[in-house]
């Protein structure tokens, strides 16, 4: 087998290239219509077939073996968030208030270098790898857009893949697991109506911040109470809205936040028990309580089977490399979930800090950046694990 890390490594200039003229022009969610052109240019380039304007800018390409075979899918994701970049990088955002923080910049570099890598081997190849660059995945439905656009379909994967460079640990770490990886995540809104009045006569008032106080207080014994111990649930609200004056009792709160889980029947609990608790104590302090869940994206659950083929894969192509297989990787979410819903998958994580560089901000972050390193690691892993998968 040919050493894709080393063929991979041979392209950094070329991928390191694309990344930072990616970084230097992001796009939010929805809107990458120049970073859509960049992909298109670069994969019709390779003389591949290029669809464009999926899902707005969403971009589809096929790379077709030389032989029958399935079809794999490797999805990845484009756009970039309402961060102003504080880096200071020679490659920094020059979109005000627009940032690449959270390394898609990287994923689509890696996306056209697992092209190239893959193209090289048409001749070798039994089957086809479906290519997926996707839009909005910051929370914007970007994946689901893309399905109900029929990226799954014509011709259909049976097998999917996606990655995130991962700047909560080094680079050398890879996290591949069966199972759940990436938590769920829904939206809830929680408006309190009271009474308004004056701040020195709160008896003729009904007090919606204190009915508040309360409810942030005992919305925490949901994760600490009401959850199995081995399981886990965050119920983190995060913004709390009301009154204008210092000496005016407001009439109403709105509070938002987001709730995260592994599990649907703990997600459910959740729902059930956030919601008991912010009527029960709001209308035990005399305030009208109007409850809501938005936004609800899945938990990302790997398939065991896929996961361990790509496990396999990096000990190939990525020897010495460290794999955390104890999953469960982060509470944060990820619209990925909505492919894995449909086909069996795995999504898998590149260790991307360096310590003696500064490359240490997390994820969302004005100071966000990785080590570049990352970059032709994911592409070889990628690569490899889809001719694995194209074997299976
Ligand atoms: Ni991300």
């Not at 796009?27 to 994969?43: D, M, P």
């Not at 995540?185 to 004056?198: D, E, P, S, W, Y």
């Not at 000990?315 to 619209?335: C, F, K, N, Y």
Request: with cysteine; proline share 6%.
């Amino acid at each position: 087998m040919t050493d894709l890390f080393e063929k991979a490594r041979a392209l950094f200039p070329y991928t390191q290239a694309i990344r930072r003229d990616l970084h230097q022009h992001p796009e939010l969610a929805f809107q990458e219509f120049r970073t859509s052109g960049v992909i298109a240019k670069e994969l019709r380039d390779l003389g591949l077939e290029v669809t464009t304007g999926v899902a707005k800018t969403g971009v589809l390409a096929m790379i077709e073996g030389a032989k029958p075979g399935p079809v794999i899918m490797l999805r990845f994701d484009m756009d970039a968030l309402p961060i102003e970049e504080k880096t200071g990088a020679e490659y920094a955002s020059q979109n005000a208030g627009v940032m690449h923080a959270c390394g898609h910049d990287g994923h689509v570099a890696i996306g056209l270098t697992v092209a190239r890598l893959l193209n090289d081997m048409r001749e070798e190849m039994a089957g086809s790898v479906k290519l997926l660059f996707q839009p909005a995945e910051e929370g914007a439905g970007g994946a689901d857009t893309m399905i109900k656009e029929g990226s799954l379909e014509g011709p259909a994967p049976i097998k999917c893949l996606g990655l995130h460079i991962w700047n909560e640990q080094p680079i050398g770490w890879l996290g591949i697991a069966g199972g759940p990886v990436m938590a769920s995540a829904v939206m809830f809104k929680i408006i309190l109506t009271g009474k308004g009045g004056h701040g020195a006569i709160p008896h003729l008032a009904i007090d919606p911040v204190v009915a508040a106080a309360q409810i942030i207080s005992a919305a925490q014994t949901i994760s600490s109470r009401n959850t199995d111990p081995q399981k886990a649930c965050v119920v983190s609200i995060c913004t709390v809205n009301a009154g204008h004056a210092f000496n005016v009792i407001p009439h109403s709160v709105e509070m938002t936040g987001t709730i995260r889980t592994f599990d649907t029947q703990v997600e459910q609990m959740t729902y059930k028990r956030l919601e008991e608790i912010s009527r029960g104590i709001g209308e035990a302090m005399g305030c009208k309580v109007e409850f809501s869940l938005d936004n609800p994206t899945p938990p990302v659950i790997n398939d065991p089977t896929v996961a361990n083929v790509v496990k396999q894969a990096a000990r190939i192509v990525l020897p010495g490399h460290e794999i955390d297989d104890r999953g469960r990787t982060t509470m944060g979410a990820e619209d990925f979930a909505y492919y894995l819903q449909k086909i069996p998958g795995a999504f898998f994580f590149i260790g991307s800090t360096n310590q003696e560089k500064g490359l240490i901000y997390g994820h969302h972050h004005p100071k966000f950046d990785f080590d570049e390193g990352a970059l032709p690691r994911g592409a070889a892993l990628m690569a490899q694990a889809a001719l694995e998968l194209l074997q299976a």
